[in-house]
């Protein structure tokens, strides 16, 4: 366990090595802007303001300073370091008077900007020219206690705003890293339930079409089938790219239909015959449980045609009611032991259940066969 100066010296590393913020906002028509209202303001202060005493040393200090404002997110510690040290410097020049303006202000946004966009280091520097700077205003006799405890309640609240928005946007870019993660995963078991799914079909009737090459019409058949799967496959990739490439929001899965099962049963290659029901209330079923029975459904009739041993049947059933969708898909193989070692099938069919708030089990059936079942709730989203 560590100790505590241990655990302080983490801390104070963590900070200074801290890197600034990525992209931080180009400059905008906003901060020109904003300068361009700041001068003249600087100029009507000092000729309504009749308290000043160096009016124009204080109006030309104020203009000199206000273009910091346009780079305080790329340069934050030069943008706070060079209105510190100046109005710090000037007053040797003025007899001791402070040259500071209504309109300088604006400085606060300067003290936000180092803290919302710069390194952890730059951070630290800012802090420390800041509080050095009202600190030696103190000394020199320039500012009274109280104003000095109001100063750094200010700059408190302005270094509190940046700090908050600066982790604030880090959680959010954690967030979408997360997301972005959880998208990568939902492809990856989109093309392994889809392009695996023809692949297998293709490469399953090819060894069909070897076997029987001495017959003509039988490895005519293979050769179609293989065909259809091909295309098959092609236009599930063609639908996987479209979602990737189109520019407004789109699911993470091509749109699949409970009524979409049925085309499982057309393909009736390499001597399993696969039957399909489909039942229940299909109104209003949300297109990610739609999406999701389809392919662990269709996941689950591919590893049956590529493990069960003697099969001749595999039967594909979907029932919707009021509360959840569910499917069992079984098939009459030999009760041998079907756990393949590699590959990501039955994996990913538990995650797809696991997101929607479902559930997805796969094993063999006392009397022979192996069956999945999958229940997910129909109010999933």
Not at 55 to 63: L, M, Q
Not at 208 to 226: E, F, H, K, N
Not at 285 to 309: G, M
Request: net charge neutral.
């Amino acid at each position: 366990m560590r100790t505590y100066d241990e655990r302080v010296h983490g801390l104070v590393r963590s900070v200074w090595y801290e890197p600034a913020p990525p992209g931080p906002p180009k400059r905008v028509w906003r901060d020109w802007a904003l300068v361009a209202v700041l001068v003249p303001a600087a100029l009507l202060e000092g000729l309504l303001r009749a308290d000043l005493t160096w009016p124009a040393v204080s109006v030309a200090v104020t203009i000199a300073l206000v273009p910091t404002l346009l780079w305080r997110r790329t340069r934050p510690l030069v943008a706070v370091t060079a209105p510190f040290a100046v109005t710090t410097v000037v007053p040797w020049f003025t007899d001791g008077e402070p040259v500071e303006t209504w309109t300088m202000g604006f400085l606060l946004i300067v003290v936000y900007a180092v803290f919302r966009w710069g390194s952890g280091r730059e951070a630290v520097i800012g802090l420390g020219v800041m509080t050095g700077s009202v600190l030696l205003s103190l000394w020199l006799g320039r500012l009274a206690p109280a104003d000095v405890a109001g100063a750094f309640v200010v700059m408190s609240a302005a270094v509190a705003l940046g700090v908050a928005l600066r982790y604030r946007a880090r959680a959010r870019l954690r967030e979408l890293d997360q997301i972005k993660l959880l998208e990568r995963e939902q492809l990856a078991r989109d093309l392994h339930d889809t392009v695996a799914h023809h692949v297998s079909a293709m490469a399953i009737r090819a060894q069909a079409g070897l076997a029987t090459s001495q017959t003509p019409g039988a490895a005519t058949d293979a050769l179609r089938v293989i065909e259809a799967e091909a295309s098959r496959a092609l236009a599930e990739m063609r639908a996987m790219v479209h979602l990737l490439r189109r520019d407004g929001a789109a699911e993470l899965t091509p749109g699949r239909h409970l009524t979409d099962l049925r085309e499982l049963a057309s393909h009736g290659y390499s001597g399993l015959a696969v039957e399909v029901e489909v039942v229940g209330d299909l109104d209003g079923l949300p297109a990610a449980v739609e999406a999701a029975i389809f392919r662990i459904a269709q996941e689950s009739v591919t590893n049956a045609r590529r493990h069960a041993r003697n099969a001749t049947r595999i039967e594909v059933r979907a029932e919707a009611d009021a509360a959840a969708v569910r499917l069992r898909v079984s098939d009459d193989g030999e009760p041998v032991p079907r756990t393949p070692s590699s590959g990501y099938g039955i994996v990913g069919m538990a995650e797809r259940a696991g997101l929607l708030g479902g559930t997805c089990q796969a094993g063999p059936d006392p009397g022979g066969g192996w069956t999945v079942t999958a229940v997910l709730p129909r109010a999933a989203s």
